[in-house]
């Protein structure tokens, strides 16, 4: 399989070839890191990571991995200091980048800004978040993780929760477990958040039950909960996040009346909405997830770069 070129923008037409040869690179990666801290690998190579949204994870996982492959990295990591802030198109930047570097890692606020940037240039892009869209690096650590954590991304029952409306990650990760034939979907949100019947009636058109939910009881009956931030900085009208914010905490006495082993998961950061005494169980995956975000971003760097 070959992604040489190949742009990183969405799960949404992702097969499970596809997938699986990520997920496979992925894990060679993590090898490579146990056994030598630096590689060669794209010693030649330079990479423009430009987020001109905020992100602790998603740039400093990248950056880690462009080091990690013996590459450089440029970075903007403040919009305030691009010339987007004066009004230059998403287009124009990645036509002058394109001069500079072998690929771009771009996160920015625009639904479809990341492909904009694609269709302009030749490099491969990919989206690192773009608004409340897609963030695709971010579903396929999260299948790399329940990987690991589960032992199958097969015909398993996954229950995502909070912020389904705006959630890029989410949309990303319904999309990108699809072809592994999910027994269930449960999206746990207020009406208000709830998941885009858009991505509802995908599902359904593929086969897999959904389940659409406000009761967190029945979310943790799943093998995978997904727990998600609601996201202050996606609503226009400030009251309207007030009424919503902390709509559900799981808390670590509500995980004990849930599925026994099951694994929790946060793309994070997260506000409020895991209390931090579920963080030393066991199945609290949250952090080993962010760990794992090097790996799958050091392959598909090199895999986009044609050296994997
Ligand atoms: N999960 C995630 O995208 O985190 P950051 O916003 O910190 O990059």
Redesign the pocket.
């Given at each position: 399989m070959n992604f040489e070129g190949k742009d990183i923008l969405s799960t949404e037409n992702m097969t499970k070839e596809e997938i699986l040869e990520i997920l496979r690179v992925s894990a060679k990666m993590e090898e490579l890191c146990k056994t030598r801290h630096v590689s060669d690998l794209l010693a030649d190579k330079v990479v423009a990571v430009l987020f001109l949204e905020?992100?602790?994870?998603?740039?400093l996982s990248f950056e880690t991995a462009v080091k990690r492959l013996g590459a450089k990295a440029i970075t903007v990591a403040d919009a305030k200091t691009s010339s987007t802030a004066k009004g230059e198109t998403l287009a124009d930047t990645a036509l002058t980048v394109e001069g500079y570097v072998d690929c771009i890692v771009v996160r920015q606020p625009q639904i479809g800004g990341a492909k904009v940037m694609a269709d302009a240039v030749k490099i491969p892009v990919i989206n690192g978040?773009d608004g409340a869209g897609q963030?695709p690096t971010?579903a396929l650590l999260d299948l790399y993780t329940i990987l690991k954590e589960r032992g199958t991304l097969e015909g398993l029952k996954v229950a995502m929760a909070g912020d389904l409306k705006y959630g890029r990650?989410v949309h990303s990760l319904t999309y990108a477990l699809a072809p592994f034939t999910p027994k269930e979907y449960i999206f746990c949100a207020p009406d208000a958040l709830q998941m885009p019947e858009h991505i509802v009636a995908d599902m359904k058109k593929k086969g897999i039950p959904c389940k659409v939910t406000a009761s967190v009881e029945e979310a943790l009956q799943a093998d995978v909960l997904y727990m998600t931030r609601i996201q202050k900085e996606r609503f226009s009208d400030v009251a309207e996040y007030e009424k919503l914010k902390g709509s559900f905490i799981l808390s670590r006495q509500l995980v004990e009346k849930g599925k026994k082993g099951i694994t929790i998961m946060h793309?994070?950061?997260r506000v409020d909405e895991i209390t931090t005494d579920v963080d030393e169980l066991p199945n609290a995956a949250y952090f080993r997830q962010a760990h794992n975000g090097v790996f799958v971003r050091m392959a598909l760097l090199a895999l986009v770069m044609g050296r994997a």
């Amino acid at each position: 399989m070959n992604f040489e070129g190949k742009d990183i923008l969405s799960t949404e037409n992702m097969t499970k070839e596809e997938i699986l040869e990520i997920l496979r690179v992925s894990a060679k990666m993590e090898e490579l890191c146990k056994t030598r801290h630096v590689s060669d690998l794209l010693a030649d190579k330079v990479v423009a990571v430009l987020f001109l949204e905020p992100s602790t994870r998603t740039r400093l996982s990248f950056e880690t991995a462009v080091k990690r492959l013996g590459a450089k990295a440029i970075t903007v990591a403040d919009a305030k200091t691009s010339s987007t802030a004066k009004g230059e198109t998403l287009a124009d930047t990645a036509l002058t980048v394109e001069g500079y570097v072998d690929c771009i890692v771009v996160r920015q606020p625009q639904i479809g800004g990341a492909k904009v940037m694609a269709d302009a240039v030749k490099i491969p892009v990919i989206n690192g978040g773009d608004g409340a869209g897609q963030h695709p690096t971010q579903a396929l650590l999260d299948l790399y993780t329940i990987l690991k954590e589960r032992g199958t991304l097969e015909g398993l029952k996954v229950a995502m929760a909070g912020d389904l409306k705006y959630g890029r990650t989410v949309h990303s990760l319904t999309y990108a477990l699809a072809p592994f034939t999910p027994k269930e979907y449960i999206f746990c949100a207020p009406d208000a958040l709830q998941m885009p019947e858009h991505i509802v009636a995908d599902m359904k058109k593929k086969g897999i039950p959904c389940k659409v939910t406000a009761s967190v009881e029945e979310a943790l009956q799943a093998d995978v909960l997904y727990m998600t931030r609601i996201q202050k900085e996606r609503f226009s009208d400030v009251a309207e996040y007030e009424k919503l914010k902390g709509s559900f905490i799981l808390s670590r006495q509500l995980v004990e009346k849930g599925k026994k082993g099951i694994t929790i998961m946060h793309p994070l950061p997260r506000v409020d909405e895991i209390t931090t005494d579920v963080d030393e169980l066991p199945n609290a995956a949250y952090f080993r997830q962010a760990h794992n975000g090097v790996f799958v971003r050091m392959a598909l760097l090199a895999l986009v770069m044609g050296r994997a």
